[in-house]
DNA sequence: CTGAAAGCGCTTACAG
DNA sequence: CTGAAAGCGCTTACAG
């Protein structure tokens, strides 16, 4: 592997000089830059992060951490802030957190505390307090995508309004016997993104003058298969909504491939609305309350590349994303309702 | 932050023996050690990776590269290698390969090179002359989820029996007029997955004493909008076949979406198989031939940790996994067959 | 079993 | 505008 050292041989100059060249530091001749330049991308030298580094204590790299990804969203969160990372220069390490605490405090105390990144992306995790103190200790930008996290700014979208406009969008088609899916109780380790979504669901019966009905909420976490799970203990309840919403797209294609296991069609005997536009929504005609998860990892990642590069930490900031109702072919006015 | 120096003053002993000590080598008295590992415990005390992989040329961090990751599949390939890699104290550096021949180039030279990878995961890439060359020039272990790479270890399945196998359960049905969807002549960047499974679909009709019909075969890369695209083109050039074998789960989803919109019936109409067993792939009730991806990222991951630690260079190594058909509800025997 | 010292490949005051 | 030199925080022969 070549080094500064050969770079500098080949060019007749100190490593000093071609550690300012190759950098654009100010106060190197133009001439002597050129020729350095043009010896270093000959010789395909790149300085190593570790040395440099060393000095500097800056590593260049940015670490994602998100739950076991299992997810269409984590994995949006990721190539958005890819995007802009790689075409920063900056590295992303990707960090997984699983539910069990002991392996969190491997990542946690081991692999994060290395010194090994410049900033912090978190991706949609409930931190315990413990874990929250240890990412204020390492004293590096933090960003969260998703929930707020006291203490450090975020990109989100406003999820109680998620939760009015699915709902809402029911209510004007009609629909009085809506169910919610999501918000497991006993997810120690979930977001408060379920409850907010479901205070939205209140908040719009509420403002059509519909009753909640408690049995017509039903916990339920991310994934499609717990929308089957959910929408089967619907039943079990012997509660009949003509209408389902749920906290997420993957979980609305559960609910609905489980009430066409049922016998029910959709829409016509059961409209369901998810939150995400998931890349595959479209193939269940699914309405859908859009939200650009890409676009959250990008804004994220830029805003700590800023912070990296001003060293001006904005006062804790919420940035607050756009949301939209994507209608589709899963909802419809109840059975027999009159236009 | 806390330094070597720091739990050796505490300690009361030389600097090298805190490292020796945390790092498991021999050659330091029992009770030293216990003595070390305390207090490092205490001072959450975890060696710098920029500061140690100076003298030793090692970063403790794997790479997993990929094309622009919109895909189910490179999720999985990732969460495997994760999986092992976090187990054994790696970092995951992820890197994303677009299309465009100058941004590879940025990746390749800019990032890669940077000595920041102990390792290289390649997933399903197919890499230019000049790629290869410089991967090799790097001199670190490589390893290769899905096509094989010449000079390069991988670990992948048979795609021409995947081919011979979702092909072998349409013909078995009854079907004649099989199309094949998959394998776009101009994607160059594209991996010689698609014309494998593809011979496979050949094979299994000769095998079955059918003559293929060029006009059957339609090409496609890997996601659900392809599929639809693909289908549509088959219902242009008016050929009418009862049964679909596509490239992978994604398409075979858009495939059936856009049926469905035509008014064909699946499976009745048209039978459709995919390959993957995608996460979502239950959904679709579709038929499918399901190879593990996660355990790919994991073996292949598992296997440069090995060399890694052992040096030794297992000759170019072909690891070949187990595919296997799933049967669900998108295939039948075609309208009017007997049994 | 332990320590003193050199060295890994850079960056950064400090001189000139 | 350029260079000599110290130093970043570790690891690793080499002595003892």
Known sequence: ????????????????????????????????????????????????????????????????????????????????????????????????????ETDRHRVFDTQLLRKRVDALLIASLRLTHDEVTALHAMNRPVMVVGPVVPGSPCVRVDDVDVGRLATGHLVRLGHRAIAYVGGNPDDRLGFPVSPARHAGYLQALESAGIEPDPALTVPSKFRANDGVNAFAELCARNVSPTAVFTVSDEVAMGVMHEARRRGLRVPEDLSVVGVDNHDMSWLFGLTTVAQDVREQGRIAAATLIERLRTGIEHETSVTTMPTSLIVRSSTSRPAGARP
Chains 1, 2 share one sequence.
């Open 1 to 100: 592997m070549t080094g500064i050292v050969d770079v500098a041989a080949r060019a007749g100059v100190s490593v000093a000089t071609v550690s300012r060249a190759l950098r654009g530091l100010p106060g190197v001749a133009d001439t002597t830059r050129k020729a350095i330049q043009q010896i270093a991308a000959e010789l395909d030298y790149v300085a190593s992060p570790s040395a440099a580094g060393l000095p500097t204590g800056r590593t260049g790299a940015v670490a994602v951490v998100s739950p076991v990804a299992r997810g269409w969203y984590f994995t949006a969160v990721c190539e958005g802030a890819q995007d802009v990372l790689t075409a920063n220069g900056y590295d992303l390490l990707r960090y997984e957190l699983s539910e069990m």
